[in-house]
């Protein structure tokens, strides 16, 4: 086996490059240190982690053994936060080991794209009915619970938007999801007339609506935006961002990370930027299309939503679209939990175009039945 023939290298090289303009815009912004020189190490370890997964034949992610297994330890880890984990930020989301943290969050979501991959992939005979949506959504429900009570409400809301994403992939009917969420509405709407206290409706309405306080709460919404207006057409140039690099704008280097790269390098720079990122979905798509089953398909699939999500909702917040909530932008974004996360998903995408085949063994199985 030739690991460096079978490479994706459209999927492999979109995302580095998307990396590389994270890299450009942290470049010398710390006061003491750059954190473009930790993200180079950790681009480093990602990059040979995506290709030491690659070598790995990813079948025996079918099992439902190690499925559960997986599901099991993300929870463990997700519960163990709790007890002993550190707090950034007012979340217990992370566990310091000295040199560096780790945030479970990360590889617990994607044991949930494997546990989702496996439950659906068996079931898409009797996809439209609704208990499936229900028996999805309790699986979901540990995680999501345990990250909100973190309190980490960006990584609860990517674990939502992506069970959403791969049950509406998965086939079920559009009604039956609107039904569910209709229902989730209605209890907040109760919550809301006869639960929260007035402190708790005052944190919530400015989280929906940042900008009406940009002196306070909204301060980060506001710099992001003008700092993504003020890049224009060309940008400023590589170094010269100066909501960024004079620290107007706070977490430049990871929740606004776009911003910051919008205002070096302009309406064109991001054009690119958006570019790879389509060319990297693009990839994943094709890839779940040459699946071997129906598993490996939905897997590749549920890292496209999972991706999408984290793009639209980052994008969204750093320019005033949507609120704050902390998401980090894939591949760019500082940090090595993520970034060694993407990439190990991308090397398992990659490793399962080995045994890929232009028809899915569950079609064959049944034209063989057929016939």
Do not use: C
Not at 18 to 39: D, K, P
Not at 48 to 67: E, H, N, P, Y
């Amino acid at each position: 086996m030739n690991v460096f023939r079978d490479t994706d290298w459209l999927l492999l090289g979109s995302a580095t490059l998307i990396s590389l303009a994270g890299l450009s815009s942290m470049y010398n912004f710390g006061v003491e240190t750059s954190f473009a020189s930790r993200q180079i190490i950790w681009l480093a370890l990602g990059i040979a982690v995506f290709f030491i997964f690659s070598l790995f034949d990813f079948r025996f992610l079918r099992r439902t053994g190690v499925v559960v297994a997986a599901y099991g330890v993300a929870l463990f880890f997700l519960s163990l936060l709790f007890a002993v984990g550190a707090v950034f930020q007012g979340a217990r989301s992370w566990f310091d080991v000295g040199l560096f943290a780790i945030q479970p969050a990360d590889p617990a979501t994607l044991a949930l794209i494997i546990l989702f991959a496996k439950y659906f992939s068996r079931r898409h005979i009797e996809i439209a009915r609704v208990r499936h949506i229900i028996v999805s959504g309790l699986y979901l429900l540990p995680v999501f619970l345990l990250l909100f009570f973190q309190p980490d409400f960006g990584s609860a809301v990517i674990v939502a938007a992506l069970w959403v994403g791969i049950v509406l992939i998965a086939g079920i009917p559009l009604r039956h999801l609107v039904l569910i969420l209709g229902t989730a509405a209605l209890v907040i709407a109760l919550l809301w007339s006869f639960g929260f206290a007035d402190y708790q409706k005052t944190r919530i309405l400015t989280f929906l609506h940042p900008l009406a306080d940009i002196s306070g709460a909204g301060y980060n919404a506001f710099q992001s935006t003008v700092a993504v207006g003020s890049g224009g057409i060309l940008g400023k140039g590589i170094g010269y961002g100066t909501q960024s690099r004079l620290q107007f704008l706070p977490e430049h280097e990871t929740d606004f990370i776009f911003a910051a790269y919008a205002e070096e390098w302009g309406f064109i720079g991001t054009a690119i930027l958006l570019g790879l990122f389509g060319l990297l979905l693009y990839r994943l798509v094709e890839n779940a299309r040459q699946g071997a089953t129906n598993f490996e398909s939905l897997f590749v699939l549920g890292v496209a939503v999972l991706f999408v999500v984290h793009l639209v909702i980052h994008v969204g917040m750093n320019i005033g679209l949507l609120p704050v909530t902390g998401i980090t932008l894939p591949f760019m974004s500082y940090g090595g939990s993520h970034l060694i996360t993407g990439y190990a998903m991308l090397g398992i995408v990659n490793a399962m175009r080995r045994y890929s085949r232009a028809v899915h063994e569950d079609e064959r199985h049944e034209m063989v039945g057929v016939s």
